[in-house]
């Protein structure tokens, strides 16, 4: 997932965007998703929501697939997002639920009546612990046996949730997991069918899931106890991921930090120096 870079004047940065793409297909990543919560998605005008679906596709030409998150708060915007994301060229959707709060009957309607509008896969953006508000694994089948193009998970959880619900889902639907990495190596085991984590950590990431699944998992851990301190830094919120984790991925980007875009933390000095500690142990990431 693509962090949302800001200039001193308030303006997304387009070079943010091409050297985040380029480093995370020089790592090795399968796929590029843009617009979700790492991408302070609700901080964004339509204009420039647009601007950066059109840059990420226009900067991966074709490589691996692109996913956009589509969190418009009424059905009409929604689909309006999601057609033209589709058009645009992003093979699979991500759907937010609207805010405020809907019950799960709603909400089964409302992701529904989005779906049906595209031609595409439709994953579900299914994190009550960020967003307050998601769908049980009986409401999640409801929807794919109705809307058969909904065949993605997209979860914010914990690695044991994420395993309850990949039971109770029975191969039915995908579940993709984010949360910057955090038990990466349980979510695997667990049987995501992959991660979405920021650009920050993304090559590490890749060799873990890489040694993994071929059955290095001694490798698999000595990568993850190198991860694990800057994630564990940046994950105790949103907001702490946004500031933190941004701040990470410019130093190992080798590009200049965003400015934030209320409403936003700011920074502390000890922050910052922590920051730049994690990132000169990570490394640069690929050119």
């Known amino acids: 997932m693509l962090y949302a870079f800001f200039d001193e004047a308030g303006r997304l940065r387009r070079d943010a965007v091409a050297r985040q793409v380029e480093a995370s297909l020089a790592a090795g990543a399968s796929g590029i998703a843009v617009l979700g919560l790492g991408t302070e998605v609700h901080k964004l005008g339509r204009d420039e929501r647009r601007a950066l679906v059109e840059w990420t596709i226009a900067d991966v030409a074709g490589r691996v697939p692109v996913a956009v998150t589509v969190a418009d708060g009424n059905v009409p915007d929604m689909i309006d997002s999601a057609r033209f994301a589709r058009d645009a060229g992003a093979v ?31 994953g579900i953006q299914n994190a009550p612990e960020f967003l307050g508000i998601g769908l049980s694994p009986t409401d999640l089948l409801a929807l794919n046996a109705a809307h058969p193009n909904i065949t993605v998970v997209k979860a914010e959880s914990t690695a044991l949730t994420v395993a309850g619900i990949i039971a109770e889902l029975g191969g039915r639907m995908r579940v993709f997991n984010g949360r910057a990495g955090f038990e990466l190596l349980d979510n695997l085991r667990a049987g995501v069918n992959g991660m979405i984590p920021g650009t920050e950590t993304i090559d590490l990431q890749i060799g873990i899931e890489r040694a993994l699944r071929a059955g290095d998992e001694s490798r698999a ?13 940046m994950m105790q919120g949103l907001a702490t991921f946004l500031l933190y984790g941004k701040l990470i991925a410019a130093h190992r980007l080798g590009i200049a930090p965003s400015e934030n875009r209320i409403p936003s933390d700011t ?10 500690r994690f990132a000169a142990e990570l490394g640069p990431l690929p050119a």
Not at 221 to 230: D, F, M, Q, T
Request: hydrophobic fraction near 50%; proline fraction near 13%; include cysteine.
């Open 221 to 233: 851990e000595e990568l993850y106890r190198k991860l694990l301190p800057a994630v564990a830094f």
């Open 92 to 122: 699979w959707l991500i759907l937010q639920p609207p805010r405020p709060p809907a019950s799960g009957a709603h909400l089964i309607e409302f992701f529904g009546a989005v779906a049906d509008a595209v031609d595409c896969p439709v």
């Open 267 to 276: 920074a502390t000095p000890t922050g910052l120096d922590w920051a730049r």
